[in-house]
């Protein structure tokens, strides 16, 4: 029989530690990605002083997190040091599950970061007001086993939202209903979805109420398969309706091939992959389109090329999506969305993004007459020529660095 040791390290600052004065501590900056409880963070770690700007850090923590098959996250943390840590590097991951609440992820992300905390720790001056103790767990157990999944890794989800608003002189209700099936391991992917969407609005006019409705489902799959570190091939599968778009029932399959410059284990921090993608659709339609048509089947292809980074001085995507019939190239798509999270020097950060779309390729526009209601109340899909959103933000902030009091009232 073999013995399996299992250490844990736990960290005791003493009372004399929470006395030193915010000079005495290791400057810590924590970038999240993610959702962070930083009042939680900062009343159980007090050993360090919170900094409002990466610049003035000793060390400076990213942490992201990326979604596991099982419908937990897999979270890491990027420790890098600067000043008298600038030799330090290092990386811890961890796994949530997916049934934890709140609670238990904040209580884990605290005892993480502690962790990674500590080689920084033992060579501050706060070494000396450091204890530990080391518990070992001795368990007995035979050969070692693979352990088995009496699911095979499959993860269900079932559920749906109503919602509901109005005053007297109007209502509306809003149902949604989905499922989802997936299983995802290192070597494969494989999802299931379906969702149902009801809205229903209704208007006292003058002339007596008045109700708009929208409904539309959806069905579909997606399979991928890994072909090494930076390849993998799939398909995905739809079918659906929808009163907004005109279509009784569409329906497609498109294979698909992707290759990302770097290795899928680095997506946390950087991603750069082109995906490229072909296959028939099917439509047929409520309403005779603009092309006289109702009922086609047309084959179409795309490219998407997404660059996302993610680094102490910022965040930056780039996406680029074009989408093309192959039985008339003028009947097209073209896409572009950028996103920019810069903090260009100490204080002073910019944020900058939006979307613009060049669209020529809705085959499925109505030709019946369009009502000043079908406009306003968006019940009926619209051609146009392009769409766009954007944004912009700068923020300077000046005064003091440190950033650690709690203060909850109000």
Known sequence: MKTKLT????????????????????????DCQMNCDFTYVKQEIQFVNYMMNRQEADVYVLATRQRTGAGGREVQFAFIGNNEFSEIRDTIKYFTDPNATDAIEREQFVNELKKGLLQFLVKSPLLE?????????????????????????????IGGNGYANGE????????????????????????????????????????????????????????????????????????????????????????????????????????FTFNYSIGPEYYNYTDTTIYDKLSETRMRHGLEIEFEQTQKWGDISL?????????????????????????IFKGLSLDIGGYVSFVSDRINIAKSDITDQDILLQ????????????????????????????????
Request: aromatic share 18%; charged share 20%; glycine share 6%.
């Open 7 to 30: 250490l844990f390290l736990t960290l005791v600052i003493t009372s004399f530690l929470f006395s030193q004065n915010q000079e005495g501590r290791i400057n810590l900056f924590i």
């Open 129 to 157: 007001q450091l204890s530990y103790e080391v518990t070992i767990e001795e368990n007995e157990e035979g050969e070692s086993e693979i352990v088995k999944d009496p699911w095979n890794y499959w993860v269900f989800n």
């Open 168 to 271: 007297a002189n109007y209502k509306s209700i809003d149902l949604v209903g989905r499922v989802n099936l997936s299983r995802v391991t290192d070597q494969n992917k494989t999802r299931v979805y379906a969702r149902y969407n009801f809205e229903k609005s209704t208007f006292k006019l003058t002339g007596g109420d008045e109700s708009f409705i929208r409904r539309s489902y959806n069905v579909g799959m997606l399979y991928v398969k890994s072909l090494g570190p930076k390849w993998s091939v799939g398909f995905r599968a739809e079918t659906g309706s929808s009163t907004f778009g005109n279509t009784d029932i569409s329906a497609n399959v498109k294979p698909a091939i992707e290759y990302n410059i770097f290795p899928y284990t680095e997506t946390s921090t950087r991603r």
């Open 319 to 343: 996406d680029l999506d074009f989408e093309q019939f192959l039985h008339n190239p003028k009947l097209y798509s073209a896409s572009l969305n950028p996103n920019i999270e810069w903090q």
């Open 379 to 410: 019940i009926k899909q619209l051609d146009t020529d392009f769409t766009y959103f954007t944004y912009f933000g700068l923020n300077y902030r000046f005064g003091s660095k440190y950033n650690n009091f709690v203060n909850p009232r109000f």
